[in-house]
């Protein structure tokens, strides 16, 4: 009974390694896990009996049998998928993840290599390192493994040969001085007979190195954990009455304490970590990967999707980025496609911007290519409809991982490691393609036309755009005209740049796709209210002819009237109020029109206005004259006539 | 917790929680299938650890075939009732009408009309997106390829040769009206990990586990308890034999074995010593060259 007890104390507190193995049908990949689950005692027996009847009397069980699962494998002779074997010893439980090494399957690789601290890697003896071995390695390293043992089998094919063995070793540190793995041990085995697998072997006395259980049982693997930065994905949320809420999830990343000062993503809001509740008591910290829950000290809105970290410790926060992507299905990526991107607990749309080059996994070699089929791997731009929280897949596996899945057939059609945020300068500076995300199909419709607007409001909705550079006195002349046209009784609004970066684009900045993502959503909003009616006047800067062309695209262009608010620079820095141009001048703002960034006048507005020459009032009237002369306006409605009384 | 370290037991468990928290945000209505095993009793533990304080967000379903043992029954209901859990029982009342059972229709057919077509029915009577199962990829071959969250079609069927990859712990969750996902968040439990969990957590379990002496049939390597539902062969007949449950199924497949085991540690002391694949002990799967994986496509659990 103690020698239970004694049993059971050591084997709850065992460290847990995840194991990936790779190799190709004939390096006996199934054969050396067979090997290792026989040797430490963990194939049960009724397993090795119904084995028995499927080979002959005469014959030592096929090891590699045991491992196929299904019978359609069985048939084929090969393994196809991934399949998961358990075994563990007095120091460890393992998990092994067991992949083909078919050229198809570079998808189940990856699949098992996403989870794994440590991968095995075969290689024959009698064929050296072919170019199957080094995609194992490549995918290993790809997908972030710092582990691998490279066990070079059939050495007794070879006489167990100290130069065949030299040779091969060799030849693989040559190749992987290309990848990046920290640890790679190479090991001459059998495992048919078990050499050098769970105990050194006595047929090769020059090896002075460890066996593969040795290494399974000694390698120090949690230091690859990101213990640094506090990265929490809020999972769900647990309400179980008004008086108690708890944010639930996985800790990807760093340590948490009570206590501790934290923000949540997006909303950067900050609060305290009260306690972490858990059903065995509160917490005095946590680390990944374990599953808790938060309890903040002030009653804030959190909900799935957030990331709760530390503030003086932020993940990027962005919608362009680059990553490496595998891909998963039969029907190849669709280059401009958009797709579901799965990345922590945030589902979100995504555009495939472009790809960079895809890589040849035996060559390492990178080609240009439009898009990437089946098994292939490359490096792709894309964006999301909304930030994700990330970080580069290099410094945090949890939080540089995604899978993509197509709309129709539900497919994981793709996996990707995140390298970084795009650079400034090579974000996509396109309203329009974003914009088509968010043309979803419409549910209920409202019952109002916009002819029955038109009818109430006595207008024809339009949007008149102004742009100009900073200080050119477009949101003067865009109030001036607001009142006017309110005094006439017509329905209006005006839309600047204060108004809507206090607000709806709060979360954005002035980087280029920020500033077209920004732009992308005052025309939204336009259309929105000139849908319903509404007259709207938008003063924005808007800098090049590409983005007001999107901008017109998105409204409508029998609805967009482009206003040029024309003025020199000279002018617009003697009247500026915003304080920019100051502020560029002492280095403190970039990228500002008409200064270091270029302003490309419109090419055919509907109006000029000359501002250096022209009174307000003088402006506003000619603004109204065009929209009379174009039928914008119902003259019948205006000069202050009541609604009521218009039928004669 | 030294050196920031937890130990394999707790690493299960968190990933399990992980599981069980995904579902319950992802799915409109998912529900747990409660089979009053071990492996249930480890996944409703785990349940109310994912969602504490809260109750469960879903309903326990028990697929019954009517011929569980009566403690079972005992024991579910127990539970139920313990947990505040909502308990949706499903029989496929137009079979037990008929009579099926495993000695007429044999072992097959009887499992595919009161379980699979039981279970299937039951899913699409509760509407049911996304069921959470206990089962364990060690358990059986084919199972060994199985997903976390493992892809039905409109008709229940599980296609070996189209899954899903699954990287990380990110699951794909999107699914279409009519088809629904298979969750198991026990995936990468061992028996041993589920005897030794118990006994850390004191998780209560059907004492049909712990061996006693009772009157059985001796049927090739199996021992059949006697009870109202047992038919004799000819030949056969009752001996007294201390014996305990690896598994439990319905009373008239599912064997006993020759064991001293009273206690969650004596069954790990078993463990220890004897080495047996704990189906072998379940009829079914011996049927027929890879029956399991048959029975899994159909929509068997």
Redesign the interface.
């Known amino acids: ?1 103690n ?3 004694t ?2 104390e050591e ?6 390694l995840r194991i990936s193995t790779a190799g190709s049908v004939d390096d006996g990949k199934s054969t050396l896990i067979g090997r290792l689950l026989a040797d430490s ?1 963990n194939i ?4 090795l009996s119904s084995l028995k009847k499927l080979v002959r009397d005469d014959e030592a069980p096929d090891l590699a049998l045991l491992l ?5 494998e ?1 048939e084929q002779g090969i393994t ?7 075994f ?1 010893t007095p120091k ?2 393992f ?1 092994i993840a067991d992949t083909p090494g078919h050229e198809q399957y570079t ?2 690789m ?2 098992g290599a ?2 794994a601290n440590l991968s095995i890697v075969l290689v024959d003896a009698r064929n050296g390192v072919l170019t199957q071995s080094r995609r194992h390695a490549f995918i290993a390293s790809l997908l972030g493994i710092s582990h691998i043992i490279v066990a070079v089998n059939k050495m007794d094919l070879v006489g167990y040969e100290e130069a065949t063995y030299e040779s091969i070793k060799q030849d693989f540190l040559d190749y992987a001085a290309k990848l990046n793995i920290t640890d790679i041990r190479v090991i001459p085995v059998s495992a048919l007979n078990g050499d050098n697998v769970v105990s050194k072997s006595s047929h090769m006395p020059w090896y002075t190195g460890q066996s593969i259980l040795e290494i399974l049982e000694d390698v120090q693997f ?1 230091s690859d954990r990101n ?1 640094i930065d506090l990265r929490f994905p809020v ?2 949320v ?3 009455n008004q008086d ?1 809420r708890s944010y ?3 800790v990807a990343s760093g ?1 948490i304490r009570p206590g501790d000062e934290i923000l949540v993503l997006p909303g950067q809001i900050r609060s305290r970590v009260k306690s972490i ?4 008591g509160d917490l005095e910290l946590a ?1 990944p ?3 808790i ?1 938060m309890q903040l000290e002030d009653e804030v809105d959190v909900s ?1 999707g957030d990331m709760i970290v530390h503030p003086n410790n932020l993940p990027r926060s962005e919608r362009h980025f680059e990553a490496m992507v595998v891909w ?1 299905d039969e029907t190849p990526m669709n280059p401009g496609g958009h797709y ?1 991107i ?2 922590a ?1 945030q589902t979100a749309r995504v555009h495939i911007d472009h790809m960079e080059y895809s890589i040849d996994v035996d060559t390492l070699h990178k080609k240009q290519a439009g898009h990437l089929a089946l098994n292939e791997i490359g490096r792709v731009a894309l964006t999301t409809v909304r930030p994700l929280f990330f970080d580069p897949y290099s410094k945090n ?2 939080t540089g ?3 993509l ?1 197509d709309y129709l057939t ?3 059609v793709g ?1 990707g490691m995140i390298i970084d945020r795009l650079p400034g300068d090579r974000t996509p500076r396109d309203v329009d393609r974003i914009a088509e995300s968010a043309a979803v199909m419409s549910g209920v419709k409202s019952s109002v036309s916009t002819k029955d607007r038109r009818l109430q409001y006595g207008q024809d909705p339009c949007t008149i755009w102004l742009t100009g550079l900073v200080g050119s006195g477009k949101s003067e002349i865009a109030f001036a005209l607001e009142k006017a046209l309110q005094e006439q009784s017509f329905a209006v609004v005006v839309l600047d740049g204060a108004t809507v970066r206090s607000g709806l684009s709060r979360d954005l900045g002035f980087s280029a796709p920020d500033q077209a993502e920004h732009l992308r959503r005052v025309a939204e909003m336009s259309r929105i209210l000139n849908d319903n009616g509404l007259i709207v006047i938008a003063s924005f800067l808007s800098p090049s002819e590409e983005i007001r062309q999107q901008v017109a695209a998105l409204i409508g262009k029998d609805r967009y009237v482009e206003v040029f608010v024309e003025a020199s620079v000279a002018w617009c820095k003697a009247h500026d109020t915003s304080g920019c141009y100051d502020l560029f001048q002492r280095g403190e703002l970039k990228n500002l029109a008409g200064m270091d960034y270029p302003y490309e006048a419109p090419e055919s507005p509907d109006l000029k206005i000359a501002r250096e020459y022209e009174q307000d009032g003088a402006s506003v009237r000619r603004i109204l004259e065009h929209l009379e002369e174009s039928g914008k306006l119902d003259p019948r409605h205006g000069k202050g006539q009541q609604k009521s009384s218009s039928s004669s | 917790m030294s ?13 399990s ?2 599981i069980l ?2 579902v ?2 992802e799915f409109e209505h998912p529900v747990m299938m409660y089979s009053v095993g071990k492996d249930s009793s480890v996944m409703l533990r785990l349940a ?8 469960l967000p879903f309903p326990l379903l028990h697929v019954d075939t009517g011929f569980k043992f009566k403690d079972m029954y005992t024991f579910r209901d127990r539970m139920a009732s313990e947990l505040g859990a909502e308990l949706v029982v499903h029989r496929n009342e137009t079979a037990i009408t008929d009579g099926a059972n495993p000695f007429d229709l044999g072992t097959q057919r009887c499992c595919g009309l009161l379980k699979t077509q039981a279970l299937l029915d039951a899913l699409k009577a509760g509407d049911y997106d996304a069921a959470i199962g206990g089962a364990r ?2 358990e059986e ?5 199985e997903r976390v969250f493992s892809f039905r079609d409109q008709f229940g069927q599980w296609d ?2 189209s ?10 969750c ?3 009206q009519g088809e629904s996902i298979r969750v198991f968040p026990l ?2 439990w ?1 028996e ?2 589920i005897w ?1 969990y118990i ?2 957590e004191d998780i209560p379990v059907v004492p049909m586990y712990f061996a006693r002496e009772q009157d059985v049939v001796v049927r090739g390597e199996q021992l059949i308890p006697i009870d109202a539902t047992t038919r004799m062969l000819p030949g056969e007949k009752s001996e007294r034999i201390c014996c305990r449950f690896r598994t439990l199924g319905c009373s008239p497949c599912t064997g006993a074995i020759r064991s001293d085991a009273k206690s969650v ?2 069954i ?2 078993e463990m ?1 010593t004897v ?3 704990e189906r ?1 002990t379940r009829i079914i799967d011996h049927d027929q ?2 029956s399991m ?1 048959l029975k899994k496509r159909e929509g068997y659990f």
């Not at chain 2, 050196?3 to 990933?15: D, K, T």
């Not at chain 2, 899954?163 to 794909?172: S, T």
Request: charged share 25%; glycine share 2%.
């Open positions: 009974m020698d239970v007890r049993f059971i084997n709850t507190s065992k460290q847990l005692k049960y027996e009724d397993h196929d699962g299904l019978k359609a069985r196809i998928d991934v399949a998961y074997r358990y563990s460890r439980k998990i998808r189940n990856a699949t996403s989870t949690l213990m999972q769900y647990l309400r179980p108690f639930a999830g996985t340590v509740v858990t059903y065995d680390f990967p374990m599953s829950s799935r998963m579901a799965k990345h607990t596996r949890q991982c995604f899978i899945s539900n497919h994981t996996a | 050196n920031y370290s937890i130990s394999h037991l707790q690493q299960l468990e968190a990933e929680i992980h928290r995904e319950a945000s109310q650890k994912a969602f504490f304080p809260q109750k990829r060690e071959k084919s199972r060994a390829k070996p040769k899954q899903r990859p699954e990287l990380w712990n990110l699951y794909n999107q699914i279409a995936s990468n061992t041993l990990d030794m006994d850390k540690a004596d790990i002391a220890m080495r047996i694949s072998s060259e890879g994986e």
